[in-house]
């Protein structure tokens, strides 16, 4: 009896020392499994833009040459009075090229301005290239980041090429692959940070 109870305690504390072993062997480098699944992060939903024809108000204006901000043929750079939208989108439903909606924001539910043209749609100046310029990112924190048009900067020889909700900016263009990544710097910061892109619109 005496020698079971001693076999029983020994298998016991060899259970235990095992099961302290696998732990050790998971948690190598400071990660544990339930870690990993924690920083795992989601693929970068891609999508593109189709507006609606209804808009939040209506204007009227002319559009010059194709978008600055988004790579598309159907995207434009036009102004109402002094006031400057890149980019303008055609709506499919409007085949006509009479109207085009202006300053949408998908991430947050804006639906934009509407524009009457005043003008035809300069079809020669459109873009011609593939559609792989995002406009618009949706950051991994919540924050949403908009092509920057104008005049911006340089930091480490790229132009800061977003501006974001939160005040930090995008440096370049976001790097794409299953999870976009982006060069952000925040409000004040001289550091730079990969920051994973929730999602990317074209």
Do not use: H
């Not at 480098?29 to 593109?48: F, I, N, Q, S």
């Not at 024809?53 to 750079?77: P, Q």
């Not at 709506?91 to 090229?97: E, F, R």
């Amino acid at each position: 009896m005496i020698q079971g109870k001693r076999w029983l305690s020994s298998g016991k504390s060899l259970v235990v020392l095992c099961l302290a072993l696998l732990l050790g062997a998971l948690s190598f480098g400071g990660y544990t499994p339930l870690a990993r699944a924690v920083a795992r992060v989601e693929p970068t939903l891609v999508t593109y833009f189709y507006p609606s024809s209804t808009a939040e108000a209506t204007a009227s204006g002319y559009c010059w040459i194709g978008s600055l901000a988004a790579s598309r043929s159907d995207a434009w750079r036009c102004a109402t009075g002094n006031i400057i939208y890149d980019p303008c989108f055609e709506p499919v439903a409007s085949k006509s090229g009479s109207l085009v909606i202006c300053n949408p924001n998908p991430a947050t539910g804006q639906k934009g301005i509407r524009v009457n043209l005043n003008q035809p749609l300069p079809r020669a100046e459109a873009f011609k290239g593939p559609d792989t310029q995002a406009w618009l990112l949706v950051l991994a924190n919540g924050s949403f980041c908009s092509f920057l048009t104008g005049a911006t900067g340089l930091v480490n020889n790229q132009r800061i090429d977003y501006g974001c909700s939160d005040g930090s900016v995008v440096i370049g263009l976001p790097q794409a692959g299953k999870v976009w990544m982006a060069k952000n710097q925040a409000s004040g910061s001289k550091t730079l940070k990969d920051v994973p892109i929730k999602e990317a619109w074209l």
